[in-house]
Antibody
Framework: QVHLQESGPGLVKPSGTLSLTCGVSGDSISNGDWWSWIRQPPGKGLEWIGE???????TYSPSLKSRVTISIDKSKNQFSLKLTSVTAADTAIYYC?????????????WGQGTLVTVSS | SELTQDPAVSVALGQTVRITCQGDSLRRYSASWYQQKPGQAPVLVIY???NRPSGIPDRFSGSSSGNTASLTITGAQAEDEADYYCNSRDTSGTHLDVVFGGGTKLTVL
């Protein structure tokens, strides 16, 4: 049973960089899966941010691509998100999730989420 | 592209409700569905159009035709009251993307 846990600062200043880490247990991050970040502004719907393969290959949302970097640390079995030049619009609950992508695509396991507020 | 869902749907306790999701990406990629209760992370309830993960009650079922995917709850229970999101892969030219529907708030009366 895979378990994902987000961690990082809950408050980021405007124009700063949001940095989060997702720790993975119960599965090796090198196992051939894809891993993803998704966010949800308060009271709103889900928005995909991007994904990373164990090889380091990444895909990002077109709307966030210029500000997002997702990286992977196999030695710590974790992957990370950096979002630069944040504004209040980036205030959201940030989830990490495991992707199953073979014949079909879906998110089969999610972290509990962490609220990040952008405010001075 | 986008996935379109009705913002809100209601169902009487024990009755059947269908939640739909429309979008061009569903012609190429299969839909998955997620249930989200207040203060909780989303939970996968249907994947690959119609498959249920272990632990999801069999009152949840999925189907798909053309550009429309559906989630049906047969005999809705009070604990099914939640937000439901559809999701699929998408492509824009050679660029891969992921899309979510706007969500449907299900009320069980």
């Amino acid at each position: 049973q895979v378990h994902l846990q987000e961690s990082g600062p809950g408050l980021v200043k405007p124009s700063g960089t949001l940095s989060l880490t997702c720790g993975v247990s119960g599965d090796s991050i090198s196992n051939g899966d894809w891993w993803s970040w998704i966010r949800q502004p308060p009271g709103k719907g889900l928005e995909w941010i991007g994904e990373i393969y164990h090889s380091g290959t990444t895909t990002y949302s077109p709307s966030l691509k210029s500000r997002v970097t997702i990286s992977i640390d196999k030695s710590k079995n974790q992957f990370s998100l950096k979002l630069t030049s944040v504004t209040a619009a980036d205030t959201a609950i940030y989830y990490c999730a495991r992707i199953v992508w073979s014949a079909h695509f879906y998110f089969d396991s999610w972290g509990q989420g962490t609220l990040v507020t952008v405010s001075s | 592209s986008e996935l379109t869902q009705d913002p809100a749907v209601s169902v009487a306790l024990g009755q059947t409700v269908r939640i739909t999701c429309q979008g061009d990406s569903l012609r190429r990629y299969s839909a998955s569905w997620y249930q989200q209760k207040p203060g909780q992370a989303p939970v996968l309830v249907i994947y690959a159009k119609k498959n249920r993960p272990s632990g999801i009650p069999d009152r949840f079922s999925g189907s798909s035709s053309g550009n429309t995917a559906s989630l049906t709850i047969t005999g809705a229970q009070a604990e099914d009251e939640a937000d439901y999101y559809c999701n699929s892969r998408d492509t824009s030219g050679t660029h891969l993307d992921v899309v979510f529907g706007g969500g449907t708030k299900l009320t069980v009366l």
